[in-house]
């Protein structure tokens, strides 16, 4: 089935698969999105008659009526007060201050021998009453009051005092509140005029006194009525709209209250069904003919480009499929749970699976899409705190995930896109100048970090299909081929044990050094453990192999040596075809010799004295084409030559590995591979370390003289 595909891909041109499959992916999502642009609305006008039953399409609440309702259930909450006992005791005391100042000063006048004029009497007074009436606004004494209650008699100063404070303590020991407290001081004037017992001349200073004294004994317990009155709010259940409810019937009126809810639902302001439809249509057509730029004019091998077109669209789709389900559930939540969709999915999945480009137009072709699906009826074309929620999320995974060579690297870019998930939800909120209550804060906050976290976790999970269906590449399918239990490892360590144990210290040296200049060590090591696997076609045809030290090579002619050591690398790769193993793993097998001579059988040939042609004792090749190849072809001569070495020590590695890596660099291995001279250097250096630990048993020391 797979053959027949590839054949019928390769009948036909890229250009024609690219508009088939542009043309596939945009009536898909036309279609997908066709629902959320498609909502009924009406062109009315408040005070009119209903042309028709009108009901919400949605669930939504009705903040306005929810606060309405809010209030009332405040207003209706009973003020809690608190009773001050002390008070009473504190005012009649200050009365009772007030007459002892007043007879203080009278005797003080009354002990001195000559006579004090009246007005130095009614300065005394006042100068002893200081204190008191600048603490009480109401003790306002004018000279004429302050002279009566001088000159009034002892006995009539007396009753009047004995009269007030009873009449305050048992006035002031029953609740009073500031709304009362004017009434208060009227009862207690009306009691003073009635007292036939005060003296007519000191009858207004008492009204004064009495009124002043009078003051609330009940005070507002703010704290407590502050916590009925939230527990009141809080208890009152948001007020919503939902879908289906009939919010007018044919022939009613639109009256204020029905026309803020349409309004509201986003049911107004009509416009004609196809302007929408029309819109939708150029918006996809906008985006199909972005992604035909694209890939139109790459440069990338034809193959590698179908695989790109293939995996974009479908993971564009796929996302476009997610963020229909997560509209469709939306109408059961107050909150946006568009934040729940995993901003960073669909460009961290182009991005491994296809290249940057691509992951960076489908961020924003993503965003613009979720724009519109998660359009909400009150809002204007497009749901723009969405799209750019979807835009910082993916383009912030692009540039903090740099490969997957690691878990922890997804990890990270996860925790990036959380990071920045987080950031616009919090712009979002000061932005919207809303009141948030502590659950819809928690929900946002929740809702970033898990958008986050289930943009790696799906990615994760997906990444297997998509390397199973297209033959792609990554940390989990480098990590499962690297199971001893694989049926190709299987084979090479029962038939071939000699080159088993070669092909993992080569792993071990590879790994090494590709980790040491910012190469894939992973891809390096599973590189290795099938490098040789074409050595199991003629096991006994190999040194490492030669168990019984029988070589069949004594009794062959130098060419037929030479063709069958050298058929390794191709027997190899197709038998690593046929188990359909990556293309990358078969490009290692195919290019770790190079074009290098196979020099022993060439030499052996030309002491024969045969006419030699240097290319029959050539490998195919190609030379490599990537640094994980080059240090592969260096660390497999590196470890074949020191494990033949006797008695290796450090200065016998340094020169091998110093020779061996001349050698390919004057016969030009490397020219087709991006790896420097410097990163060469860095290599002899790793591989003379690690072989250093590996025969640091046979390393000969000096002798002590």
Do not use: W
């Not at 066709?34 to 609440?61: C, H, M, W």
């Amino acid at each position: 089935m797979e053959k027949h595909f590839n054949k019928l891909l390769n009948m036909i041109s890229f250009r024609t698969l690219l508009i088939v499959v542009l043309l596939i992916t945009g009536f898909l999502q036309f279609f997908l999105m066709l629902g959320n642009i498609r909502s009924t609305t009406y062109d009315i006008q408040a005070f009119q008659l209903a042309p028709e039953t009108i009901r919400s399409v949605k669930t939504i609440e009705d903040t306005v009526k929810t606060e309405q309702e809010r209030d009332q259930a405040e207003d209706a909450v009973e003020h809690v007060y608190l009773f001050n006992e002390e008070t009473a005791e504190h005012r009649s005391s200050l009365v009772t201050s007030i007459f002892d100042i007043i007879h203080d000063v009278r005797e003080e006048i009354s002990l001195k021998e000559e006579e004090v004029p009246i007005e130095n009497k009614i300065s005394q007074l006042r100068e002893k009453l200081k204190d008191i009436t600048e603490s009480q606004s109401q003790l306002t004494f004018t000279n004429s009051q302050l002279q009566s209650l001088l000159e009034t008699t002892e006995p009539s100063l007396k009753t009047a005092e004995t009269f007030l404070v009873k009449e305050i303590k048992t006035m002031l020991e029953e609740p009073i509140r500031t709304e009362s407290v004017a009434l208060k001081r009227n009862e207690i004037e009306t009691k003073i005029r009635q007292q036939n017992s005060i003296d007519e001349g000191i009858l207004s200073s008492i009204i004064i006194i009495g009124r002043a004294a009078i003051m609330e004994t009940e005070v507002l317990d703010e704290v407590r009525t502050e916590e009925l009155i939230l527990k009141a709010r809080e208890e009152v259940e948001p007020t919503r709209i939902l879908q289906g409810q009939i919010i007018v019937q044919e022939g009613e009126l639109i009256d204020r209250e029905v026309y803020r809810q349409l309004e509201l639902l986003g049911l107004l302001n009509n416009q004609t069904s196809t302007k929408p439809v029309l819109g939708l249509a150029i918006l996809v057509i906008l985006q199909v003919a972005f992604m035909y730029i694209l890939f139109n004019f790459s440069e990338m091998e034809l193959q590698n480009k179908r695989k790109a077109l293939f995996v974009t669209a479908i993971v564009y789709s796929f996302a476009i499929i997610l963020m229909k389900v997560i509209s469709l559930l939306s109408d059961q939540f107050d909150a946006t749970i568009a934040f729940l969709y995993p901003t960073a999915l669909a460009t961290m999945l182009v991005r491994l699976l296809a290249n940057e480009k691509a992951a960076v137009l489908v961020t924003v072709l993503t965003a613009a899409s979720g724009g519109v699906i998660f359009h909400e009826g009150y809002s204007a074309v497009l749901q723009m705190d969405i799209v750019l929620y979807i835009i910082f999320g993916g383009l912030s995974s692009i540039y903090f995930m740099r490969s997957m060579e690691k878990r922890s690297h997804l990890l990270k870019a996860c925790g990036i896109v959380s990071i920045f998930n987080l950031l616009f939800i919090a712009f979002y909120l000061l932005m919207s100048q809303s009141n948030y209550d502590l659950f819809e804060l928690a929900f946002y906050t929740i809702a970033g970090i898990a958008s986050g976290i289930l943009s790696g976790a799906l990615t994760m999970g997906l990444l297997p299909f998509f390397e199973s269906a297209f033959g792609l590449l990554s940390t989990m399918r480098l990590i499962e081929l690297s199971n001893p239990n694989h049926p190709l490892l299987k084979k090479l360590l029962t038939e071939t044990p000699g080159t088993y144990h070669h092909s993992v210290m080569v792993a071990n040296l590879a790994e090494a050094a590709c980790e040491a200049i910012g190469a894939d060590g992973l891809l390096a090591r599973v590189g290795c453990y099938y490098h040789d696997i074409g050595k199991t076609q003629r096991p006994a045809f190999f040194i490492e192999n030669q168990m019984s030290g029988i070589n069949p090579h004594d009794h062959l002619p130098p060419e037929r040596s030479a063709e069958i050591i050298i058929a390794h690398t191709t027997d190899g790769a197709k038998l690593l075809e046929k188990h359909k193993m990556p293309k990358e793993i078969v490009d290692i097998a195919l290019q770790h010799h190079g074009t290098s001579t196979l020099k022993y059988f060439y030499h052996k040939a030309k002491e024969e004295g045969k006419e030699v042609d240097e290319r029959v004792f050539s490998y195919p090749g190609p030379k490599p084409q990537t640094k994980e190849a080059a240090v592969i072809s260096i660390a497999d001569s590196v470890e074949a030559a020191v494990r033949s070495m006797k008695q290796p020590n450090s200065e016998k590695i340094q020169q091998l590995v110093h020779s061996i890596v001349q050698g390919r660099v004057q016969e030009h291995q490397f020219d087709e591979c991006d790896v420097s001279i410097k990163e060469l250097k860095t290599i002899e250096k790793v591989l003379c370390e690690t072989l250093n630990g590996i025969f640091h048993s046979r390393i000969e020391y000096p002798k002590e003289g």
